[in-house]
């Protein structure tokens, strides 16, 4: 079970990394609150035909007494996840986008440390080495040598601490809430804060949406609904220490992306970080692998 919660959150990954280019191309005409506002209604609209999809399986679990509500508990995600999108959002008006990747992704660290001084959690050795690597690995994936610091980068890392409070916020409710409905009210709250924000300081226009309508399609259906629905349902089977790790490759995937459909061209520096990332990764699941067998 714990592999297929991996493959889950890889998967996730991978759909965030490739969202990368449609927010890219997505935000030519657009502002980022009024694309944040369009692709969260589409994803909301797809979590919902899921919801209604799934109503089967979910009175089987109320007649078994197993079922437990995810509205709730998805306010609170959603809640989150405005701030940490959001601030992300802003800082990248005062930074680059690689120091924002690379900031953000200290979750990788952060994840872990509070797991452990908060939740009590045990972090394996193999945990940190794996965590090590992958920090060092996007240091030269996404800054390039860069280590000036600025105010964006100060917002940055608040969104960082957001994207942690979130992951270790659906770590507590994941393995009993109902999936679907935490996805669902956390993308409605997304999305009406998205909107909002739209209304007061942008100026949203229907044709420009239209004319962006693959970038919101793949950014809402794709990352806001299915990829996030799956790290809700990948992370009931994994760790937060690992999950954060796993979800951590969404800056591999986007930087492959943007080389593959961009054509933005990827340093020989580069390629090495990835591989650290990549090593990271392996050394985690080695890990893991090696102590449930010496647990049998």
Request: aromatic share 14%.
């Amino acid at each position: 079970m714990q592999m297929r919660g991996n493959i889950m959150l890889l998967t996730a990954a991978f759909i965030w990394g490739t969202t990368f280019v449609a927010q890219m191309t997505g935000m030519d005409e657009l502002g980022p609150f009024s694309y944040a506002g369009a692709r969260f209604f589409l994803g909301f609209l797809f979590l919902i035909g899921l919801w209604l999809a799934t109503r089967g399986q979910r009175e089987q679990r109320k007649k078994a007494g197993t079922y437990i509500s995810g509205w709730k508990a998805g306010i609170g995600a959603g809640g989150i996840m405005f701030l940490a999108s959001s601030t992300q959002q802003v800082a990248m008006l005062y930074t680059t986008a690689g120091k924002t990747a690379f900031i953000t992704a200290l979750y990788i660290v952060l994840v872990p440390l509070a797991a452990y001084f908060l939740l009590r959690q045990r972090i394996h050795a193999w945990n940190w080495a794996g965590a090590a690597l992958a920090v060092v690995g996007l240091y030269f994936l996404s800054i390039h040598g860069s280590i000036s610091l600025n105010a964006g980068d100060a917002i940055v890392f608040s969104s960082a601490l957001f994207w942690t409070a979130h992951i270790l916020f659906i770590d507590h409710f994941a393995a009993t809430a109902d999936a679907v409905e935490i996805s669902a009210m956390q993308i409605f709250v997304c999305m009406a804060g998205s909107l909002i924000a739209a209304f007061l300081v942008e100026a949203p226009a229907i044709q420009p949406m239209l004319d962006s309508w693959f970038s919101i399609f793949y950014g809402g259906v794709m990352s806001a609904g299915v990829a996030f629905t799956l790290q809700i349902v990948g992370q009931k089977y994994t760790r937060p220490a690992t999950a954060s790790l796993l979800m951590s490759f969404e800056a591999v995937f986007g930087a492959v992306s943007s080389w593959i459909i961009l054509g933005e061209v990827m340093s020989g520096v580069q390629i090495l970080g990835c591989a650290l990332m990549f090593g990271g990764i392996l050394i985690t699941q080695l890990g893991s692998c090696f102590s449930r067998r010496q647990a049998v």
